[in-house]
Structures are given as structure tokens and as C-alpha cells.
């Protein structure tokens, strides 16, 4: 009996492992988010100049990175929820050592390498998984699961702030890692995909085949460092490294740039908060702009890129707190739009069956740009003594980024209309040799 055949379910459970992404997101990406509210804090504590403090959240960034190959391996070795329940434990040590305050090497290691790894080992199984659970709905899917950083960052924004008033700093990073404990209940409800809908399966060699072809087996999930062959996600790879030391430099120098023009009490996390509530509205509407498919997602991508890189640019014309308000909630519409569809465009380069590898690939070599990024940013501020020349290096490194996109969706149009013609010429080859005039079967005698 010929068994049926497996693929993305599109719904059902696959909206659990949505809210439980969510949650990841928030958990992760919220909290990297809001370093910048102890960026002072780390600073004036321990009297050292800007560019050495980034290297607290440049080396988060980083091993958020570059664990992402070896979090995409093991999730293909044994399964998402158990990387996810791993990077749980990691987030949480790393925060509770962070609290002890021994050094600032101290904090490069614990905020800096373990939570960083730990990040990845959440986020990057999470995303996984939304993307295996969903085909037709897939941009949108995974809008609203990354939307769980915009949300989380609305209330860590001032809560944060308020919690560093009240317990130090050191004490908040001792209830952050208490939150990010529960990564490891978001990674128990990650049922993984065959679990749910390969008991069904028939025992024929027939079914088997089918089986193996919609869904990769243990033996055949493999990381494909082969990918790298490919020009078009090398060009991705590019963008990435760019992208990366743009977009990540902005939100940790905000703050700080804010404070430098006479901004101070809760006025800066308003911003941060105001900026997280457009990025949710992006993230949205993009996901669904891009579900709509009115344009494919790698004509869209450098549009919104260019667009961010622009706002960047201007945002450090605004001297007081409206103007800045403004150019913030622009970044973070921008930014949110971006985030959408990033991430899902890897499928439409590599395919699905080598998203896990193209995504940790992807992000292992994004790593240089989020590396780079903030110290540059910083190194310029020290040289200027202004936030602005931050702005203006990561609005250049986006602008930049977004040709990479455009000869990447010229390589791919060309790749699929490349095969498209292979494919008509087989055909046309078949149906000589069946026989076959114009639509109709003629039977030849012998």
C-alpha cells in the first residue's frame, strides 16, 4: 500500500512551534537587544574607554554567530529541542556568572562567549524548526515568531532600566538568567517533525522513498559545507558580513547617543521601547507582503536594506528627542521588515533541504561584520567624540549590503530560468520519442 506522502504540515502543531519560537525569540534576541541600557553601566564601572566595553557585546554577537554551524550540526545529528534545552542551560550559566562582577575579561567570557552560544543554540534550532513546519505559510509564519523579539524588547526596554535602578546591574543579569531558564521549557514543546508525522508511515519500499525524499532521514541529514560552492550564497555571505555591521551597531549606541544630547531618565528607553513596537509592525507586514508574493523576497530585501541605510544616515541630524524618535521608529520598521525575510530568502538560494547548512553557514560568516561592527563603531566615537560617526559607518555598511542582494536575485532568476529551459527540452525530447504531435499519442507500428 503506497504510504502518504510527508511534508511541511503547514498548521496544526506547527503553530505550537510558532508560540514556542516566539518565546526563543523574545528570550534571546530581546535581551541582546537592550545590552545597550548596561552599556554605561559596565563602563563607568569599571572606568575603561568605549571601544574596550563593545567587546562585551561584540563577542555576545559573535559566538552568537559562529556557534551557529555547530548548533545547525547538532540539530541535524539528534534534534532541535534538545540543542534548544542546551542553549537554555548556557544562556542561564552565562548570566549568573556574568552577575559575580569578577573582571571585565570575566564578562567577555560569560556575556560574552557563553551567553552568546548559548543564544545560538537557541535561536538558530527554533528558526529551524518554524521553517521545516511550514511551506505556503512560511514568510508569515515566521514574521510572527520572530516578532517575539519586538514584544519581548517592548517590556524589557524599561523594565531593565527600572531593574538596574533597583537591584544594579549586577543584579539584573542575575534575573535575566532566571528568565532565559525558561528556554528549556520552549525547547520541550519542540516536537520534532518526523516524531509527529512519520509514525504513520507504511513499511513498503515505495513509501519508504517517498519519505526519505520530502523529509531528510538521520543518515542523510548531513551539514553540506558544500554549499559554498554556490556564487549566489557566497554574494548572500557578503551581504550577511555587511549587513551585520550595520544593523547591530545602532541599537547599542542609542542609548548612549540619546543620554549625549541632554536625554536622561526614562526617556531613552521610551525610544528603545518605540522602536521595538515599530519593528513588530515591520516584521508583520513584511511577512505578509511577502506571503502575498506581489514581489519575491530577494527584490524586496535590498529595497528595505537601502531604505535602512538611508534612515541610518539622517538619524544623527535629530538633536532633540522627537526628531530622534522619528528616525528610530523608521529604523525599526525598516529593520523589521529586513529581519522578515531575511532569513527565509536562504531557502529560496539553497533550497530546504539545505537551509539548516546554508543557515548556519550563513550566519557563522556573519559573525565578521557583527564582530567588527560595534568596536569600529566604537573606535570611531572615541576618535570623534560623537555617536553620529557610529550612524554614519552603519548606514554605509547596509547601503553597500544591498547590492550584494541584487546580483543575488540576478544568479537565481538566471539558475531557475537555466533550468526551467532544460526541463522544456526534455521534454520536447520525450515526446518525440513517444510519439506525441500536438498533444496527441500516435502509435507507431514496428
Not at 43 to 58: A, E, L, N, Y
Not at 199 to 218: D, I, R, V
Not at 308 to 336: D, E, M, R, T
Request: charged share 10%; aromatic share 14%; hydrophobic share 50%.
Amino acid at each position: 500500500m503506497k504510504s502518504r506522502r510527508v511534508g511541511p504540515p503547514d498548521g496544526g502543531f506547527g503553530w505550537v512551534v510558532v508560540a514556542s519560537a516566539f518565546f526563543v525569540m523574545g528570550l534571546t534576541g530581546a535581551v541582546l537587544k537592550n545590552f545597550s541600557h548596561f552599556f554605561l553601566e559596565i563602563q563607568s564601572h569599571f572606568g575603561v574607554m568605549t571601544s574596550t566595553t563593545s567587546w562585551v557585546s561584540s563577542t555576545t554577537i559573535a559566538m552568537f554567530h559562529i556557534g551557529a554551524p555547530a548548533a545547525s550540526a547538532l540539530t541535524l545529528q539528534f534534534s532541535q529541542r534538545a540543542v534548544i534545552i542546551v542553549g537554555g542551560l548556557l544562556c542561564t550559566l552565562g548570566m549568573l556568572l556574568a552577575s559575580l562582577d569578577l573582571s571585565l575579561p570575566w564578562l567577555y567570557l560569560t556575556m560574552g562567549v557563553l551567553e552568546g552560544t548559548g543564544i545560538s543554540f537557541s535561536w538558530i534550532p527554533a528558526i529551524s524548526m518554524v521553517n521545516h513546519y511550514f511551506s505556503r505559510w512560511r514568510p508569515i509564519a515566521y514574521a510572527i515568531a520572530s516578532s517575539g523579539e519586538c514584544v519581548f524588547a517592548i517590556v524589557f526596554s524599561p523594565l531593565f532600566k527600572w531593574l538596574i535602578e533597583m537591584y544594579s546591574w549586577q543584579g539584573t543579569l542575575l534575573i535575566i538568567g532566571g528568565l532565559q531558564f525558561n528556554l528549556c521549557v520552549c525547547g520541550a514543546l519542540m516536537r520534532p517533525l518526523e516524531a509527529n508525522w512519520g509514525a504513520s508511515q507504511k513499511t513498503s519500499k515505495e513509501g519508504a522513498e517517498e519519505n526519505a525524499a520530502a523529509l531528510p532521514s538521520k543518515k542523510k541529514a548531513v551539514f553540506q559545507c558544500c554549499l559554498l560552492k554556490k556564487p549566489e550564497l557566497l554574494l548572500y555571505i557578503l551581504f550577511a558580513i555587511f549587513a551585520a555591521a550595520g544593523f547591530f551597531t545602532p541599537t547599542l549606541y542609542l542609548v548612549p547617543f540619546a543620554n549625549s544630547l541632554g536625554i536622561d531618565k526614562y526617556w531613552p528607553a521610551f525610544i528603545l521601547s518605540v522602536m521595538a513596537v515599530a519593528d513588530l509592525a515591520g516584521r508583520l507586514f513584511c511577512g505578509w507582503l511577502a506571503n502575498m508574493r506581489f514581489l519575491r523576497n530577494l527584490q524586496l530585501l535590498p529595497t528595505v536594506t537601502t531604505l535602512l541605510g538611508v534612515v541610518l544616515l539622517l538619524l544623527p541630524i535629530g538633536h532633540n528627542y522627537w526628531s530622534i524618535l522619528v528616525f528610530a521608529s523608521l529604523y525599526g520598521f525598516l529593520f523589521g521588515c529586513m529581519v522578515a525575510i531575511h532569513v527565509t530568502s536562504i531557502v529560496d538560494i539553497v533550497s530546504l533541504e539545505g537551509f539548516d547548512s546554508g543557515l548556519g553557514l550563513f550566519m557563522l560568516f556573519r559573525s565578521i561584520g557583527g564582530f567588527i561592527g560595534p568596536p569600529a563603531g566604537g573606535w570611531l566615537v572615541d576618535q570623534t567624540n560623537d555617536y553620529s560617526a557610529a550612524f554614519y559607518l552603519s548606514g554605509f555598511c547596509l547601503i553597500t549590503s544591498a547590492v550584494f542582494v541584487v546580483l543575488v536575485d540576478f544568479l537565481v532568476q538566471r539558475r531557475k530560468s537555466a533550468e526551467l529551459s532544460g526541463q522544456q527540452t526534455i521534454n520536447q525530447r520525450g515526446d518525440g520519442e513517444t510519439g506525441k504531435v500536438k498533444g496527441h499519442t500516435v502509435t507507431q507500428e514496428f
